[in-house]
């Protein structure tokens, strides 16, 4: 049977990080975003809650929820800032969860535990100066030597690259295959900032997620231990797509929460505002937008339900997953765009958040796929030209029963 409802253990979740976003974030975020400043202080109290490690289970240090708490999170977080549900996307959805479930026991007592406690904050390095969507076009190489790979490289456009401890970087092992692009000549490794060599920055150009960090890290014969192979040698690429599923079902939550940010806020202006002599909300073309915003978040909200279902059946859901992503970012683009005409001029100063909401939305439409590559995905699956196997994907046993009930 289909139940709509969200467990208790769940509403007492978006309750939770709603009162502590509404409390600690929301007061400052206005002055954080203006001054370009990532605020460390946010990261031990995320900690605090067991956001780090949501849906880690426990015996690795988590908090032993399931993929709904990371929609439920996530969504909750971006409502109020992106910045913070990007922390979700990179530390726990492209990062922990890689190794959760690629990882050795090795490498889950090492990376995993910490991370999930929050003593160790981690990302992920995909992206390079010449290549996003095109991933068979990075350069970046792992070279066997001995005991060792020795990693040299540039990541750009990294979240959290400089402030994350531990990174889950894919390069390529075989440098044959580099040369016919041929992917299963990557790999992925866990590369630690303090490994000799590393090094990164801030990029400080960016326009919207001006409170979070985004960043590039270079790798100049980096070091890293074999046992620090994530997976098999040549899995780098499967590694990635299976990252990416995780990440994009928390930015598909996220991008929900920037909706109905947008549809509060809309709401309250409109009741507020007049003009010829009434609320600007009496007006029709004011309703529409306000009425496109509602249906947008409904419609998200249940298209990443679904892929959290999905998941924590253990069941494929790249296709559920992306169509989950590229709607509600697409439609939070529509709906912060609307939040900011709803506002008029006010919309256009940072005095109101819709500015922000507007500029931060944008970037969710770039990474982790974009509108385009989604796009072409949905298509290819009608058309047959794309199929998925089922993969040794999903995660721990979750019980249905928290979940779907
Ligand atoms: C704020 C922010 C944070 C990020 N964080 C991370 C991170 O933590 N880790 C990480 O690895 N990366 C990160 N990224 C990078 C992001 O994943 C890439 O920017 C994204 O994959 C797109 O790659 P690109 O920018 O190189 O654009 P390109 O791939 O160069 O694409 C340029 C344009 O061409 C279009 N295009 C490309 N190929 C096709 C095609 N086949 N058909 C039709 N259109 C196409 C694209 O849709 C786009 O419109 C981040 C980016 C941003 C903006």
Redesign the pocket.
Known sequence: MIDFDLSDEHKLLEQTVREWGGREVTPKIGELDRAHKFDPKILPQMADLGLLGICVPTEYGGAGMDYIALGCASEELEYVDTSLR?IM??HVG?NSLSILSWGTEDQKQRYLVPQAQGTQIA?????EPS????ARGIQSVAIKKGDRYVLSGE???????DVADNFLVIAWSDLEKKKQKDPSGLSAFLVERKFKGFSSGTLKH?W??LA?N?GFFKMDEVEVPAENLLGREGEGFKIAMFALDQGRFTVAAGATGLIRACRDASVAYAKERKTFGVEIGQHQLVKEMIAQMESDYQASRLLWLRSGWLKNLGRRNTKETGLAKWFSTVASERAAGDAVQVHGANGYSDEYPVGRFYRNCK?AV????????HK?MQADYLLGYRTDRPTRCELPPYKVSVAAR
């Open positions: 990007v996307s990179v492209l990302t992920f390095g995909l992206t290549a996003g969507s095109d990541k750009m456009w990294i979240s959290l690259a960016k919207g997620i979070g985004t970037g770039i990474y982790e796929g974009t509108r385009e590559i072409i």
